[in-house]
């Protein structure tokens, strides 16, 4: 299904309650601290200690932002841009986000699953309109979307060339992003751009490789680090966050510093 402009918008705004703008408004009268809310799939997401040492971007974020500047990471894996929505994870951003927040969306690995319908999406159509909801409903709340090209896998062909392996997702965004003045974090080309530098092999001390797997999607430590850093400095490049917003972006950070918590079975 292909979702009209309005369908997309009305889906957005019905997706806030009425009282937010009674909270912003209540809000407006103290500091608050910003937060910056990610929405994606497993690439960001946060890990528990079953999984170690697979890493999420997300969760090393926090090392290149000042304390004052929140990050509240909603990515999960497996999800597309549709199957968060479908599955209510953008609402319950919505209702937290307030004004003067961002909202990160990164989304394209799973939308790129053809053969699964509960995520599937078409780049041109139905990812794009996806999009939409999460650009319209930070609007709408007074915050600001920045969109996000989704990271790239660690994949080399004969010659040690690194490939691309998210077709058009990336165009698909980056037209969105100009269509409706987004500013766009280009993570896929920046870090298809590290792992040429770095080599097929050397890109394994990056990826989730261990002694029983070899993952080429998602990141140890080392790669989570990286990739963060790529995603602040665009952050600063793209004028989303200013100079006294980020910090460390050239400094080494010790692996040790992430820590994968216990998972809350609750």
Known sequence: MVLSRRQVTAAAVSAIPLAV?????????????????????STAAQ???????????GMALPFFLRKDLRV???????????????????DVVLEAIRPGDFLLIQFAHNDEKAADPARYTEPWTTYQD??????????????????ATPVERRRFDAAGDARPSHGEYPAAMLALARQEGVALLDVQALSLALWQRLGA???KAYFNWTAT???????????AIAVARLVARELLRTR???????????????????????????
């Open 72 to 90: 509240a990471n909603h990515a999960v894996n497996g999800r597309s841009s549709k199957s968060f929505v479908d599955e209510g994870r953008l």
């Open 201 to 203: 092999e050397g890109t």
């Open 213 to 223: 797997e070899q993952d080429n999607t998602h990141f140890n430590p080392p790669g």
């Open 240 to 266: 989303v966050l200013a100079h006294r917003d980020v910090r460390r972006l050239d400094e080494e950070i010790p692996e040790s510093r992430i820590e994968w918590p216990a998972a809350d079975l609750a």
């Open 21 to 41: 703008a009674a909270a912003g408004t209540a809000q407006a009268g103290g500091h608050r601290p910003r937060t910056l809310y990610i929405a994606g799939d």
């Open 130 to 147: 996806h999009l939409r909801l999460y650009v319209d409903g930070a609007r709408v709340r007074g915050a600001r979307p920045v969109l």
């Open 47 to 57: 890990k528990y200690a079953d999984a170690a040492p697979e890493t999420g971007w």
